[in-house]
């Protein structure tokens, strides 16, 4: 017997309680998640594409139970896919998608994305592009609550499910583009069979296939791991278990995989000849071409280019953004020529101010401070990813200008401006109660998480900190300021730089040698939690008989010490149910900014321990210290300079700071 895990996300609605693992209602969905990417109006374009592409769906759906499609052009296109199990046949297939498709337009109405998990089949849309892109998320797992495996064949139960599993992976992977599935039985002594299913969606590639199934078995220990059934469920993979209960799957496939064809037959020795003469021929001329092309790039980069760039030259990979572009004209008037009564603050690279549109849309301003070549290419990076980027806890971006030595950035105005502003500040701190920063760090895990995994882009941020985290009318939080961001492939996690860039006290101890990941986000997300349950500085001092020691090693000793709580704002103390949320988050915290880069949980991991009290959490080994400084200091430097650089100094005089 077994259920769902319970996860109380605002927009993930879980259907039902399970009694078992086993489905008895085929047409109960099991999971879906209406997201708040966005929402669009019944009469709009992208409404009219969504109804004509679901229509669709299920007479174009074959034996092999996968199809994917889309509607439209540019913001109004639509992506489809749907996926039903690998053993289920083709009218129970097509009967499970319509079921799916009147679910979703009646519970996530007018949601610009969505997905629903049935036993027999998924579908999702979205506005984004999510053909043959992994995706880690949004997801769900269940287990048996009421049966676990004894302490005596706990070892013999793990390493035959283990073997299972990474079987069923390498076959499962090795599917054609229009399956992706493997079932296996394997015999558990004392036990009884052990039934096995893994599935990708089969436009993923090989590699893809197994790193989202790796995935699924990362989150068996945390879920199901004494458990005797267990399943876990990505939008483009799923794995399942059970033992003991018989197949929950249909032994015989309505749609297999072709066998590999047979073996060419062997070639005589002018056959060969001509092949290896070919090949050789085919190698000269590519290699001729290239220096070509190589030696005309070389006489081209040697003319002068107008002063005044155009968008296409300014800025790598934004065609798509072009309709976004203001004339400087158009902003000068909109902040009062940039007067100082306009100005919010000043920002990594220039100044903010208020600005209103001839729309009558108040706006935010960043304004890229002349003659600051680092700076212009900040603020490239930053335009293009913001561009691309979708998400209710990222800042928007609402255009931008390019003219002369000017270059803008115009963002949504959010109206309580910073999260440092108020949570370090003597009276607006002591009126942020526990459930506004329970918001703001739930927001930003979130925002965190679609950048790492979510979004079409895989980026870094490399500068979170609460002066990069803007607050709503609403409280909502929104991750600002990327001209630090790191763009990544979907399929890497982590690299190397030849520049050491953010905030000291937020860096992650392996940024100084160069190495940046997604766990370096992980770091600075961990100090930014501890900052927000204690409302003190990471750099701020608490004294330790004659020593002083700053936030993260404060954290560290009294968690050791069972003092915990100490580390609460005083303000927050008052209500005593908030409590376990504030020590969780404490103890979520110091996971997150642990020594080892490995041990550091990922964002995925950390939505799930803020959204459910009842998943365990491991215990924090020692974090990374760093000695404080009184001053908060941006720097990017490149690697090579690191060496005048020690983290025990209070000055940084070596960097180039901003």
């Given at each position: 017997?077994?259920?769902?895990?319970?996860?109380?996300?605002?927009?993930?609605?879980?259907?039902i309680n399970f009694v078992a693992l086993t489905f008895a209602q085929p047409d109960v969905a099991l999971y879906k998640n209406c997201t708040t990417s966005g929402t669009f109006n019944n009469d709009s374009t992208y409404g009219s594409n969504l109804k004509s592409l679901q229509f669709s769906?299920?007479?174009?759906?074959?034996?092999?139970?996968?199809?994917?499609?889309?509607?439209?052009q540019d913001a109004d296109t639509v992506n489809a896919v749907v996926l039903c199990r690998g053993d289920v046949e083709l009218e129970i297939c097509r009967s499970c998608v319509n079921e799916a498709i009147r679910n979703l337009t009646q519970d996530c109405a007018n949601q610009r994305e969505a997905i629903i998990f049935y036993d027999k089949c998924m579908l999702r849309y979205s506005d984004q592009s999510i053909f043959g892109i992994m995706a880690w998320g949004p997801g769900f797992e269940k287990w048996n609550i009421y049966e676990n495996v004894s302490d005596n064949d706990w070892n013999t139960f793990t390493v035959t499910r283990r073997s299972l599993l990474l079987s069923l992976r390498?076959?499962?992977?090795?599917?054609?583009?229009?399956?992706?599935?493997?079932?296996?039985?394997?015999?558990?002594?004392?036990?009884?069979?052990?039934?096995?299913?893994?599935?990708?969606?089969?436009?993923?590639?090989?590699?893809?296939?197994?790193?989202?199934?790796?995935?699924?078995?990362?989150?068996?220990?945390?879920?199901?791991?004494?458990?005797?059934?267990?399943?876990?469920?990505?939008?483009?993979?799923n794995l399942r278990y059970e033992l003991g209960t018989g197949p929950f799957y249909n032994q015989t496939v309505p749609y297999a995989v072709p066998p590999p064809p047979p073996p060419p037959p062997s070639l005589s020795g002018i056959e060969i000849f001509l092949i290896v003469a070919s090949i050789v021929i085919f190698v000269i001329l590519t290699v001729s071409i290239s220096i070509y092309l190589r030696k005309r790039k070389q006489r081209n980069q040697h003319h002068k280019i107008e002063k005044n760039l155009s968008v296409h030259e300014a800025v790598d990979g934004i065609d798509s953004v072009e309709s976004l572009q203001y004339d400087f004209a158009t902003i000068r008037v909109a902040t009062d020529n940039f007067s100082a009564a306009n100005k919010l603050g000043e920002g990594g690279f220039g100044p903010v101010y208020k600005g209103r549109l001839p729309n009558g849309q108040e706006v935010a301003v960043k304004r890229l401070s002349k003659g600051s070549g680092q700076g212009e290419q900040e603020f490239k990076n930053e335009m293009s990813l913001l561009a691309q980027l979708q998400h209710r806890n990222l800042v928007k971006l609402l255009g931008f200008c390019l003219e002369g030595e000017e270059r803008l950035l115009i963002y949504e105005l959010l109206t309580n401006g910073s999260l440092d502003q108020i949570l370090f500040d003597t009276i607006n701190g002591q009126n942020l109660d526990w459930d506004g920063r329970y918001k703001i760090i739930r927001g930003v895990a979130k925002g965190l998480l679609y950048l790492h995994e979510d979004s079409r882009l895989r980026i870094i941020h490399r500068d979170l900190k609460p002066s990069n985290?803007?607050?709503?009318?609403?409280?909502?939080?929104?991750?600002?300021?990327?001209?630090?961001?790191?763009?990544?492939?979907?399929?890497?996690?982590?690299?190397?730089?030849?520049?050491?860039?953010?905030?000291?006290?937020?860096?992650?101890?392996?940024?100084?040698?160069?190495?940046?990941?997604?766990?370096?986000?992980?770091?600075?997300?961990?100090?930014?939690?501890?900052?927000?349950?204690?409302?003190?500085?990471?750099?701020?001092?608490?004294?330790?008989?004659?020593?002083?020691?700053?936030?993260?090693?404060?954290?560290?000793?009294?968690?050791?010490?069972?003092?915990?709580?100490?580390?609460?704002?005083?303000?927050?103390?008052?209500s005593s149910s908030s409590i376990p949320e504030i020590m969780r988050c404490i103890h979520i915290g110091l996971l997150c900014v642990q020594e080892n880069v490995a041990n550091r949980p990922p964002m995925a991991s950390v939505v799930l321990m803020l959204h459910s009290m009842s998943l365990p959490l491991p215990e924090p080994l020692r974090p990374a210290f760093f000695q404080h400084s009184s001053v908060e200091t941006n720097m990017e430097m490149p690697l090579l300079e690191a060496s005048n650089y020690s983290v025990n100094e209070a000055s940084i005089t070596e960097l180039h700071g901003r």
């Open positions: 017997m077994g259920c769902l895990r319970q996860i109380s996300l605002p927009s993930y609605i879980l259907i769906l299920s007479s174009n759906i074959d034996e092999s139970g996968f199809y994917h499609s889309s509607r439209g390498d076959r499962a992977s090795s599917g054609d583009s229009r399956l992706k599935y493997s079932t296996g039985e394997e015999q558990v002594p004392n036990y009884n069979t052990m039934y096995t299913l893994v599935q990708c969606t089969p436009d993923l590639s090989l590699g893809d296939c197994k790193s989202c199934l790796d995935a699924c078995m990362q989150l068996i220990p945390t879920c199901c791991n004494r458990s005797i059934g267990g399943a876990v469920y990505k939008p483009t993979c985290v803007l607050l709503s009318k609403e409280m909502d939080p929104k991750i600002s300021d990327f001209g630090m961001a790191k763009l990544f492939l979907q399929d890497e996690t982590q690299g190397n730089t030849m520049r050491i860039a953010g905030t000291l006290g937020y860096m992650a101890p392996e940024v100084f040698q160069g190495n940046i990941s997604v766990k370096s986000d992980v770091y600075s997300f961990g100090v930014l939690v501890l900052e927000i349950v204690s409302g003190h500085k990471i750099h701020n001092n608490f004294e330790n008989g004659n020593n002083t020691e700053n936030l993260l090693s404060y954290a560290w000793r009294i968690w050791r010490e069972g003092e915990a709580s100490n580390l609460i704002q005083p303000t927050m103390k008052t």
